[in-house]
């Protein structure tokens, strides 16, 4: 080929695969709460049916985790504010009793089970003042999202009982869509027992399944993932790996439920975009010595097994990423030694990074550090950017997926949220910063591709981005 004309047809290619597009990442929004800040959630709410903000929970408490060798007391009390997406802020509540800064104890999730286009925002609340490990105590808490005010409260269901602290306060609210039907569910447990009660409109019961230590097949996530598995216009939960429709609590499946009964640190669908099918991605924790095998499957849309990996390993994070129509997605997790949190935050030790290509399970190297990253497409190409942004032991840097530091939120930066919350092209990261401040970082370059606009249209996106103040949810969307 001659030269010149090698030259344009580069150009021309380089130009529709967007090179060129240079990243310009920078903080659009900021503000300060006026407080410290430990840890804070942050999450997308409707607050009517045209007017959308975004809840903070947080306080000066870093993570309050249930196992009690990462448990500590509170030192501060929980506050919940709403603010606009000017960033003005629309109300906010302290708490006055022991509700506790804790994913765990405390899952927050904004939901419109009444159908009037505001989406309540509901969560489990200690109404104890004195102690902070009450059970008896603990509501599910409906709150209304333009002032703040208590519309209701019920009991929140005792499944786990006599248990150790870390299996008790194991609490999740989620939800989704019966053919066009909202379905709240609140859950309990992960190790042992575990309990999920599906609630209609008027909070009329739907359903509630028990599951008992002994029954056969996995246990609960950390994570608990909303898909319409198999598209027939009723979401399922991945609860661990069962998948259980949220119509009559049908359990379609359990992946592996004569070989796997324990729990798995991630459960990740993933959208393959050239079979148009979801997979499951799953990363174990239980067995971790080798007394079960294997430690890292991608399973398919009916729960069959389509590759494994390892034999040894607590495996401990992990996400998939969508990074080109030609190599499709990516998947990470890590094996970890040991692992301490309490109020200076989490640390993990003898961190081990495993990435594959997510259809085949060939192992394959990313040219950046993975552990704690998030994925997330700031520039709108529908493709996945990593913001290495979720802990303590984070470098806070942005990467491409060739290796580029693309931008960076800053020394003591903490990511809350990576999806598309502002009305801009591409997505956007919630960070906050200890001393109170909380910044939106976007690429002022973003422009939204087709693939990209169908990707925040789709309802996956939705049901999960709705999931960053309960349970471990943040990394859910570069399934999709
Ligand atoms: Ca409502
Ligand atoms: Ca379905
Ligand atoms: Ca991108």
Redesign the pocket.
């Known amino acids: 080929m001659r030269k010149p004309l090698a030259i344009l047809l580069l150009w021309c290619a380089a130009l529709l695969q967007g090179w060129g597009q240079q990243f310009d990442i920078q903080v659009i929004q900021e503000f300060n709460l006026g407080n410290r800040i430990g840890k804070l959630r942050a999450v997308p709410v409707a607050c009517s049916a045209e007017k959308r903000g975004i809840l903070l929970v947080w306080s000066a408490d870093k993570e309050i985790d249930p196992y009690i060798e990462m448990f500590y007391p509170p030192t501060d009390r929980l506050k919940l504010a709403m603010v606009d997406l000017d960033g003005r802020e629309l109300w906010r509540k302290e708490l006055d009793d022991m509700t506790l800064n804790g994913i765990w104890f405390t899952p927050v999730f904004p939901f419109d089970l009444d159908g009037d286009g505001s989406e309540e925002i509901w969560f489990v609340r200690n109404t104890d003042r004195e102690h902070p490990l009450s059970y008896h105590n603990l509501r599910l808490e409906a709150m209304d999202p333009s002032t703040g005010k208590t519309l209701a409260r019920y009991p929140w269901p005792h499944t786990v009982n006599r248990e150790t602290l870390s299996h008790t306060f194991r609490n999740f609210i989620l939800g989704g869509y019966v053919h066009g039907e909202p379905v709240l569910v609140t859950a309990q447990g992960t190790y042992g027992k575990m309990g999920l009660q599906a609630w209609g409109k008027g909070m009329e019961k739907r359903w509630e399944k028990v599951i008992l230590e002994s029954d056969e097949g996995s246990r609960g996530s950390h994570m608990c993932p909303l898909?319409?598995?198999?598209?027939?216009?009723?979401?399922?939960v991945m609860w661990g790996e069962r998948c259980i429709?949220?119509?009559r609590g049908e359990t379609?499946f359990i992946a592996d439920r004569l070989e796997y009964n324990g729990h798995s640190d991630v459960v990740q669908p993933v959208w393959d975009y050239r079979s148009a099918r979801w997979f499951l991605y799953t990363c174990r924790e239980s067995g971790e010595d080798g007394s079960i095998k294997p430690r890292v499957v991608l399973f398919d849309h009916r729960g069959q097994r389509v590759w494994t990996d390892l034999e040894k390993g607590h495996m401990d994070l992990g996400w998939t990423a969508q990074v080109s129509d030609s190599r499709g997605s990516v998947a990470y997790t890590i094996s970890r030694g040991g692992k301490r949190a309490g109020p200076d935050g989490f640390y993990r030790m003898n961190v081990v990074e495993y990435t594959y290509e997510t259809f085949t399970g060939d192992s394959i190297r990313l040219p950046f550090p993975v552990y704690l990253t998030v994925p997330v497409d700031l520039n709108g190409d529908g493709y996945h950017e990593f913001a290495r942004a979720a802990g303590e032991q984070a470098d806070r840097m942005i990467y491409d997926i060739d290796g580029n530091v693309i931008g960076n939120i800053g020394e003591k930066g903490y990511l809350a949220m990576a999806s598309r919350f502002m009305d801009l092209p591409g997505e956007q990261l919630l960070c906050y910063y200890p001393d109170g401040t909380v910044r939106v970082w976007a690429d002022l370059n973003a422009r939204e591709s087709r693939r990209a606009s169908d990707r925040y249209g789709h309802p996956f996106y939705r049901l999960n981005q709705r999931l960053s103040a309960t349970g471990y949810n943040l990394v859910l969307l570069g399934g999709l």
């Open positions: 898909v319409d598995i198999n598209g027939d216009g009723s979401d399922e429709n949220l119509d379609l």
